[in-house]
């Protein structure tokens, strides 16, 4: 059973960045499969962020890719998002989860908020 | 790369069935099989109910089902229980630079 489990700090002051880490097991990254990363602003709907295979390539939502990088760990079977410059707009739950061209296992999310 | 386009709300009495459009375009939803759907209760992760536009993961009811006419995909629910009752969203890959593009979600209430 593949699961997913984020995790990282729960208030990020503007400016700053945003970085969260996803552990996954029951599967091994190294394996295959791309990895990614969604946000869901609070009452608002899903918004791909990227997504990073375990040969560390990697591809992100364009209207995100000036801030945002996405890093694997295979010897820790995990991967990391880092978002830059964050204002309040970047505010939400952010779930990872595996990419198949579909997202079929998913962590539980982590809700971060920016705020000073 | 706008939002696949899902109605706000649907709503059916247990037992009814009720179908959920997600529209796009021809670099979406129709040019592509990987149509997907999410089922997301309040406070929870989405869960995969259907995949590359029909296919149910194991373990999915079968009362689920998807299909897809041209730019409009659609998800289907089957004899409707008061555990449907949850936000539903669409997904599609998208041969635009964003790559996966996300439906603007529905609320499906049972009466």
């Known amino acids: 059973q593949v699961q997913l489990q984020e995790s990282g700090p729960g208030l990020v002051k503007p400016s700053e960045t945003l970085s969260l880490t996803c552990a996954v097991s029951g599967y091994s990254i190294s394996s295959g499969y791309y990895w990614g990363w969604i946000r869901q602003p609070p009452g608002k709907g899903l918004e791909w962020i990227g997504s990073?295979?375990?040969?560390?390539?990697?591809y992100y939502n364009p209207s995100l890719k000036s801030r945002v990088t996405i890093s694997v760990d295979t010897s820790k079977n995990q991967f990391s998002l880092k978002l830059s410059s964050v204002t309040a707009a970047d505010t939400a739950v952010y779930y990872c989860?595996?990419?198949?061209?579909?997202?079929?296992?998913w962590g539980q999310g982590t809700l971060v908020t920016v705020s000073s | 790369q706008s939002a696949l386009t899902q109605p706000a709300s649907v709503s059916g009495s247990p037992g009814q069935s009720i179908t959920i459009s997600c529209t796009g375009t021809?670099?979406?939803?129709?040019?592509?099989?990987?149509v997907s759907w999410y089922q997301q209760h309040p406070g929870k992760a989405p869960k995969l109910m259907i995949y590359?536009?029909?296919n149910r993961p194991s373990g999915v009811s079968n009362r689920f089902s998807g299909s897809k006419s041209g730019n409009t995909a659609s998800l289907t629910i089957s004899g409707l229980q008061a555990e449907d009752e949850a936000d539903y969203y669409c997904?599609?890959?998208?041969?635009?630079?964003?790559?996966?593009?996300f439906g603007t979600g529905t609320k499906v209430t049972v009466l």
């Open positions: 990073i295979y375990h040969s560390g390539s990697t």
């Open positions: 590359e536009v029909s």
């Open positions: 997904s599609s890959y998208t041969s635009s630079s964003t790559f996966y593009v």
């Open positions: 021809s670099s979406d939803v129709g040019g592509y099989n990987y």
């Open positions: 989860a595996r990419d198949v061209r579909n997202f079929d296992y």
